[in-house]
């Protein structure tokens, strides 16, 4: 696994300047809410600026890391300070840059309590999300991923819902849980490289051998972390109350970027740490996948509070995500990728608008609003195009991402026949055009019978600032996908390489013996598949 240096740590920057700023707002006297604001929000435009020079700098044509950067730590123990960027990494860095300032300048009327210890929580929030992302050592990204866990829990438990603490708690202990039985599996992992230097390397484990039947349990100890997180079915049900109760800054980085380290900690970690097990697990990843997006799809229908409905909407989303990831094929792999990016700015951008209307009528339910494009027809526009975005309609960022996932599934050729998980997945489409359409049309369109809603002012500049960059980006990634996916595909064919790799070693009998069963069994469907063919013929 090759990297590539660069002289100017970048990387560590653009990471690290959010935590900085977070300490600059300390030394403010928290009574200066203008300027604590103001700080953060330029500070957080410095960020991203930085991280344009990630993507100007980037080379789409390397497979490996680029501007990597490798400094020991604690180094009696192998843990070291690795850091670097590939194509799968490279647009999740710049969506976690790009919402946090679009976020910040949202919340500026939303948040009227404990303005500056918000804004700090932020800013740390950022830089765990950063180091999570560009992490190239077990244990660095252990670091960074038990932190996101600090903020996100005080940014939902100080100033989110009436049952925020309940929600926090559900947040907090079932993705502790699961981060637990992650590090013992690392703990094993980093004891199973007998005779060699102490290491938490990706790299370093991405060639150890394990027997299969280690590599299952220590597959599954990582999925069920990385599970939760995304959320899959059945480890969902912290997410909706989640979403309900967070602050629509909570809703935004939960979904726009948070949700992804689940999806991202399946493709960097778990599939081409442990290949053999991987294999095995493709139908349950599949099977677990094809229920979320029904199943998500059917609880958004059923729900009145429109935020409830966003949430499980999400559930159902990331059901592709996840139906991708399991394909294994190029088309599927890149098509979940665009699908992790595609949600992050259509979720990201309904829960901005839906924090708009909140605002201004302080409650979600559908039956206190209609006819609201009668007196918001410019905030009504952008609600629209977003939902169509949201429903895949061809020409936005929704249509390439499940496009490329259903399409690639179904091409897969693979231990297993997943064409049946596309076919069920595909109702989601359907179902998902429905129930965003039935929200919409009840949000939006009829009499205006409640006075309440007659007073409703339309965008005003700053919330037009928000929303615009993210309904460009729609039609950007809709209509011009290729600058994405030219700079992901060779770090998605190094990663299928990995994942789909045999690391048994040769004294496993009873793994080479379960693995050769799943080839013979994956000729012989294709030789009855090609049989059928020429039958037809």
Known sequence: METATNALPIISLVTFLPLVGGLLLMAIPRENEGLLKGLALAWSLVVFSLSLAIYTGFDPASAGYQFSENRAWVESLGIRYVVGIDG????????????????LLGSWHAIDKRVKEFLICFLVLETAMLGALVSLDLFLFYVFWELMLIPMYLLIGVWGGANRIAATLKFFLMTAVGSLLMLVALFYLYA????????????DYLTLELTLKEQVYLFAAFALAFAIKVPMVPFHTWLPRAHTEAPTAGSVVLA???LKMGTYGFVRFAMPLFPDAARLAVPYIAALATIGIVYGALLALAQNDVKKLVAYSSVSHLGFVMLGVASLSIAGTEGAMLQMLNHGVSTGALFLLVGCVY????????ADYGGIAQVMPWFALLFMIVTLSSIGLPGTNGFVGEF?????TFTADGDFDLRWHVAVAATGVV???FYML???????????????????????LREWVVLLPLVVLIFVMGIKPQFMLDRMEPSVKNYLEQATASRLPKSDAAGHARLQELELARVARKAHASAKAEVKR
């Not at 199973?192 to 790299?203: C, I, N, Y």
């Not at 605002?359 to 559908?366: L, S």
């Open 404 to 408: 490329l996932v259903l399409a690639g």
């Open 431 to 433: 179902l998902g055009a």
């Open 359 to 366: 605002e201004r009528r302080h409650t979600r339910q559908m």
């Open 256 to 258: 726009g970027v948070l």
């Open 192 to 203: 199973a490289r007998k005779g060699e230097a102490p290491s938490f390397l990706l790299a």
């Open 438 to 460: 039935w929200m919409f049309q009840r949000v939006m369109f009829g009499p205006l019978k409640n006075p309440k809603n007659k007073g409703l002012k339309d965008l005003d």
């Open 88 to 103: 799968i990494s490279l647009f999740l860095v710049l969506l976690t840059t790009f919402l946090t300032p679009l976020i």
